[in-house]
């Protein structure tokens, strides 16, 4: 049997010919900050709670897990607060699941998703991947995004679906919810509004949840794997009008939530005080960096996220490099001039901060007395 060497030797879709696959490096690295992932471990409280409710669950595993996942529900729903029900909640293995089976339902081939660059990259994937129109818009300067020019792309181009990211990744930039609906009243389509960092924005910032009654095309995505610390565990939802969700129901796969996913979720929801607490040192650190790039002479965007976007690198790549020969990882994001960092534990940000005023602007040693002189 001839063996296939590589992709081009397959009868491969004409819309996924050419692409890449998405990933960030994975290394192992002393400190991790190029994924945006909560770097506090879970409470051991938290933990052993999770365990227990895993040992319970592992004794049912023979059987197919409940296809609603309707205790999971109940408990997104009861945070969430708002007046949602378990009928105005979907769950997948993480957000990305999520959003593709969004797509799935209300997009595909003939059908056009708007999203406004720069953002989140995987959108544009699960666009092909669905057979989707990826449409780019175009966004202010510092990356904001008005009500006046998100309407207007969508007028301009009269998509099927918007995805908006809020805050958005990878530039942190916030999002009002008077933008978001300025983008719902002028289109007749989909409306996704992709919460995955809502849980870092200021205290008492509305979410774009306070928006939904009467509004059955807006959804709102939500992720369990940042502010939970529960990127491991793959568990993202949405909340919507209870029409959305019986759609969902028709692209998902049987039984598509483990037992044992449902069962460690829902043990981290009844803990979530404990769970979000460390959600104000990640604050914190978020605000020290922004602080601090600016001090060594960068130029750190606005950030409600946990990580933050920094300009005026002279050398994106090569910065990257010198910080990774230091045993720190972060993002280039392919924004030129500009790298991106997670707001890390207190003792890992103080390391990113001391090894780039050490490499300066240059991205190598020596660098730092004119930086500081800018």
């Known amino acids: 049997m001839e063996r ?6 397959l009868p491969l879709r004409t819309n996924l010919q050419g692409l890449t696959p998405y990933g960030a490096p994975q290394l192992h690295v002393p400190v991790a900050l190029n994924v945006n992932e909560n770097t506090h471990p879970i409470p051991d409280s938290v933990a052993r709670d999770i365990l227990a409710s895993l040992a319970e669950a592992i004794h049912s595993v023979n059987r197919y897990p409940d296809r609603e996942f309707t205790a999971l529900r109940e408990a ?41 660059a720069p953002t989140y990259s995987m959108y544009s994937i699960l666009a092909s991947g669905t057979g989707t129109t990826w449409i780019s818009g175009t966004r202010d300067a510092d990356f904001e995004l008005s009500p006046v020019t998100a309407a207007s792309e969508v007028t301009r181009t009269n998509p099927d679906i918007v995805f908006l ?27 996704v509004v992709d919460e995955a960092y809502a849980e870092f924005a200021p205290t008492g910032t509305p979410s774009a949840i306070t928006l939904l009654p009467g509004r059955e ?30 759609a969902l129901r028709l692209v998902r796969l049987p039984y598509h939530l483990s037992a044992l996913t449902q069962a460690a979720a829902n043990a981290a929801l009844a803990h979530s005080a404990e769970m979000l607490a ?6 914190g650190q978020r605000d020290r960096l922004v602080v601090e790039l600016a001090r060594l002479g960068y130029s750190p965007h606005r950030s409600w ?27 280039d994001v392919g924004i030129p001039g500009h790298l991106r960092v997670t707001a890390g534990t207190e003792n890992e940000t103080s390391q990113f901060l001391e090894a780039l005023s050490r490499l300066g602007r240059a991205g190598t040693p020596g660098q730092t007395d004119s930086v500081r002189a800018e």
Request: proline residues 4%; negative net charge.
């Open 4 to 9: 296939v060497t590589s992709l081009e030797d």
């Open 278 to 283: 460390m959600v104000d040192d990640i604050r």
């Open 165 to 191: 990211c809020s805050p958005n990744n990878p530039t942190g930039t916030p999002l009002s919810l008077e933008t978001i609906a300025a983008v719902y009243d002028a289109t007749a389509g989909i409306v």
């Open 76 to 116: 997104l729903a009861q945070y969430l607060g708002e007046g949602l029900t378990a009928d105005n909640i979907w769950a997948a293995n993480g957000s990305n699941e999520v959003l593709q089976q969004v797509l799935q339902a209300f997009g595909g081939p003939g059908r056009s998703l708007l999203g406004f």
């Open 217 to 246: 095309r807006l959804l709102v995505s939500r992720t369990m794997s940042k502010a939970f610390a529960f990127a491991g565990a793959r568990v993202g939802y949405l909340a919507a009008d209870p029409a959305v969700t019986d």
């Open 305 to 331: 996220s946990n990580f933050v976007l920094f300009g005026g690198v002279t050398d994106p790549r090569e910065t990257f490099e010198a910080l990774l020969a230091e045993g720190i990882l972060i993002r």
